[in-house]
C-alpha cells in the first residue's frame, strides 16, 4: 500500500480513539457495564484484524480502522473503572504503574513478534492478532467477572 494511505489509516484509527476516549467510551461504561464493554473490545479486534488479515482493500480497511477506538480505548477504560473499584486507594498509582508497564511490555514484544511474523506471511500475520482477541473474550467475561 502506499505510505500516504497507511498514514490516513492510520490517522482515522487515532481519530477514533479519540473519540472513544471522550465521548462514546464513558457513556459505553455506563450503558453496558465494565465486563461488557471489555468484550466488545475483544469482538472488536477480532472483526479488525481479521479483515486487515483478508483484504488489502482501503474502502474496507476504512471501514475497520475506527474499531481501534474500541479495542484500545475502550479496554483502557474499562481497565481503569475496574483499577479504581479493586485496588486500595493508598496503592493506586502503584497499580497504574504496573499497568502501564504490562501494557507496555506487551506491546513492544508482540510488535517485534509481528514484525517476524509479517516478513514471513505478509498480510496474513494479522490474522494472530485477531486470534490473540479470541483469546481475550474469555478472559474480559470471566476476568471481569462481577464488575458492572
Known amino acids: ?16 480513539e479519540v473519540i472513544v476516549f471522550l465521548f462514546v467510551g464513558p457513556w459505553l461504561l455506563r450503558r453496558i457495564g465494565t465486563r461488557r464493554a471489555a468484550v466488545v ?7 479488525r484484524w481479521s479483515v486487515a488479515g ?6 474496507m480497511l476504512s471501514l475497520v480502522q475506527p474499531l481501534h477506538g ?7 477504560l474499562a481497565c481503569m473503572r475496574i483499577m479504581s ?5 493508598n496503592v493506586s ?13 506487551t506491546t513492544a514484544a508482540l ?3 509481528s514484525g517476524l511474523v509479517y516478513a514471513r506471511y505478509g498480510g496474513l500475520s494479522f490474522l494472530p492478532m485477531a486470534l490473540l482477541c479470541g483469546v481475550a473474550l474469555p478472559v474480559a467475561w470471566f476476568g471481569f467477572a462481577g464488575q458492572r
Open 70 to 76: 474500541l479495542t484500545f480505548a475502550l479496554l483502557h
Open 54 to 59: 483478508l483484504t488489502t482493500s482501503v474502502w
Open 93 to 105: 498509582a502503584t497499580a497504574q504503574a504496573l499497568y502501564a508497564f504490562a501494557a507496555a511490555f
Open 111 to 113: 510488535t517485534l513478534a
Open 85 to 89: 473499584t479493586v485496588v486500595p486507594i
Open 1 to 16: 500500500m502506499d505510505p500516504s494511505l497507511i498514514s490516513m489509516l492510520w490517522s482515522e484509527a487515532v481519530a477514533a
Open 41 to 47: 473490545a475483544a469482538l472488536a479486534g477480532i472483526v
